[in-house]
């Protein structure tokens, strides 16, 4: 296990965060995800990488929470900005598990906050999805996939404070 602390030449502090990564993809499981090693201390199986950069290195490191907050002296951002993502990650399971109803089309919808969400095959038989009045332009292949759609829409929207 590599431990940056104690190489000569890298800098301890004045690093910036730049992002926050949940390394496990839309749906993925825990034993499919590639985890990260940080690339200070050498913790082995990050899932939450946080991206820092320093004006004196030339590439981006990756680390875990621990070292970011000592590297950029901030020990309130990183810790904020992962706990944001691992609300987000439990929200999206917890989406992914709602019950859904079947429309007498034999369509799956939910109506949700005064909104009707709406997922259903086109032609091709490929999975569209309707927020509102709004229809989705792109097509998905399983159902899991628009839901995940319709999940980050609102998430979306959320954010832009428009839901």
Request: with cysteine.
């Amino acid at each position: 296990m590599a431990n940056l602390w104690n190489q000569e030449g890298i800098p301890h502090k004045g690093w910036q965060l730049e992002d926050v990564i949940d390394v496990r993809e839309e749906g993925q499981s825990e034993w499919e995800t590639e985890y990260e090693t940080c690339m200070m201390c050498g913790q082995p199986k990050i899932r939450y990488v946080h991206v820092v950069t320093h004006k004196d290195v030339a590439e981006n490191f990756r680390v875990g929470c621990n070292c970011a907050e000592k590297m950029t002296n901030d020990y309130l951002n990183p810790g904020k900005r992962e706990k944001e993502l691992r609300s987000r990650s439990n929200r999206r399971v917890t989406w992914l598990n709602k019950q859904w109803k079947i429309s007498k089309n034999g369509n799956e919808y939910l109506n949700l906050n005064g909104h009707h969400l709406l997922i259903y095959k086109d032609k091709s038989q490929k999975y569209k999805i309707k927020i509102g009045d709004r229809f989705g332009r792109k097509a998905y292949d399983d159902r899991t996939q628009a839901k995940i759609a319709i999940f980050n829409n609102i998430e979306y929207l959320k954010e832009k404070g428009k839901w």
